[in-house]
């Protein structure tokens, strides 16, 4: 395993993070690398799956973007592979119509996946998000989770406010790290509720609403104007990124 950098994600460091793009097709790669770059990533091509391997124990960077259709081995073989040799987030891209579930991709070790074709901003909305949900340092623990001027970690569970401590209960605590792992994206009721409460929930979900209204007080939201937690009415909830570049 390799180690990762200290620097924040998205901290004007050198250049950025670093993004591989593991894709064969130069129609697809290169107006996304262009974009990648213009969006404060660095990026850098790898066509095969070997290129991939030798480009990623070289460089180490910070996510791989791996297109499964590769023209010299299979791609989830290569997932398969990146993930015995390091922690890097992997972002597997699946052709539409092809049978790659979320499920499968989690069993290769991949943190996300996307459907081609896609939107360029959805993916790179995507890369921050996994960039978000937090690194591991030198000694391999996860660092603490940065949305906003909110600090989560979730290996001892506490909840830092500029440089204030907040004092959250056990559910509380659950609903802020599952928004804040999808910071920037909207997450549903169903999903929360799946989540956090372990339950496939067919009744009321009040219980959620009541749990978001203790959380935003103790954020300091305003629930009519909030800058932390977003309602999307009918939908979900969103954690809202400060200074989305
Ligand atoms: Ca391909």
Known sequence: MHEFSNAAPGAATEGGPLVVLVEDERSIAEPFLAALRRSGFRAEL????????????????????????????????????????????????????TVTD????????????????????????????????????????????????????????????ADAELDLTRKEFDLLLRLARDAGRVVTREELMSDVWDTNWFGSTKTLDVHIGWLRRKLGDDPDAPTYIRTVRGVGFELVVGDER
């Open 46 to 97: 790898a066509p095969t799956g070997r290129d991939a391997l030798a480009l990623i124990r070289r460089s180490h960077p910070d996510v791989v973007l791996l297109d499964l259709g590769l023209p010299d081995m299979d791609g989830r073989d290569v997932c398969r592979q990146i993930r015995s040799e390091s922690d890097v987030a992997i972002i597997m891209v699946t052709a539409s119509g």
């Open 102 to 161: 979320r499920v499968v991709g989690l069993e290769l070790g991949a943190d996300d996946y996307v459907v081609k074709p896609f939107a360029t901003h959805e993916v790179i909305a995507r890369i921050r998000a996994v960039l978000r949900r937090g690194r591991r340092d030198e000694t391999g623990q996860r660092e603490p989770l940065a949305v906003q001027d909110l600090r989560i970690d979730a290996g001892s569970r506490r909840v830092w406010r």
